[in-house]
């Protein structure tokens, strides 16, 4: 029996990338920055932002200009905000390519002006405000006197100010409620001074779905945008839905005498006589070196055996009995969701699906 076509694929619902933009902008009533960074979580970034642009989202975000400079390269034309660091040097290229920057020390501020100056452009910059994250951002109390200052340079404009939250998440209130007092308390006396940046936000996906006082001016949604809860004991409201599916091929299918190793390490060593599969995804593709796999085939949620290596792993199938070489094997779908794959593997879906490899072939639907 031989295979043919893609052995190791995920397929990516674009529509449900546009519903789920859709549903943001209804439930939080703000404009939705989607964000794409880290390759749109593993879906494709150029897709999945032109499926939000055509949502008609108006905002996205990345981590870093590079990935700014693709989304534009492939005439993405939504404001892009680049959430994390950026080089002085690099910013003739962010003011030529209409790029929004985050900003979050002083002496940064400083370097940005002289070089936006010099380039005889203008460069807007959203002020990152540290609330409680513990990352990037300027305290409140040091934000007052960096923006007069930023606003006083004709070559930069103080379009946005935000902060992040470090237990949306998990649905922490009481964290999210503390880090919205300070910026809240920072906003009031900026609006008290004429300083206050037009656009102010704080939302990631937990924050915009269940914190309505984290809205601001829009929000900043990735996660939720590709159907995932962003808390993981809470469902999304009705209509989001996944847009991620991950398959593989059963490639070979054995019957193993009673007592022989499997894979590397012979970690798992059968007890009778056992039909065992073999699926062309492993540790190359994302799917992680774990224990406790489970992959679903014929319906059936069957358990992965032996060490994963790096481009196959084995499966038990004795409760398969009709198994085919060629059969789909879902790695995750609507039975085993990223969420059940994050909890075998002890994280979070997000870094499930941004550990999707790149030689896994995406497949638009
Ligand atoms: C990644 C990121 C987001 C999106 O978070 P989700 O939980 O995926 O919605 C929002 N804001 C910032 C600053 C980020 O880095």
Known sequence: MTVNGHLNWVEIDLGAIG????NLHLVTGRPVMVVVKGNAYGHGMVEAARAAEQAGA???AVARMEEALVLRQARVNMRILVLGYTAPSDIPQAIANDLRLSVFDRSTAEAYAEQARASGGKLRLHLKIDTGMGRLGIFPEEAIELIRSMMDQSCLEMEGIFTHLAR?????????????QRFDALLATLSASGLRP?????????AALYFPQARYDLTRCGIAAYGLPPIPDKPLPAGFRPALTWKARLISLKTLPAGHGVSFGHRYTTQGVERVGVVATGYADGF???ANNRVVLRGK????IGAVCMDQCMVQLDEVPDA???DEVVIIGATLSALDVASAWGTIPYDVICGLAHRVTRIYV
């Open 288 to 290: 992680r070196r774990s």
């Open 19 to 22: 519903s789920n933009t859709k």
């Open 58 to 60: 108006e905002w996205c």
């Open 301 to 304: 949620c069957v358990p992965v």
């Open 324 to 326: 085919q070489v060629g």
């Open 168 to 180: 949306a998440g998990e649905g922490h209130t009481e964290s999210v409620q503390a880090q919205l």
């Open 198 to 206: 037009p656009l102010a936000h704080a939302a990631n996906s937990a």
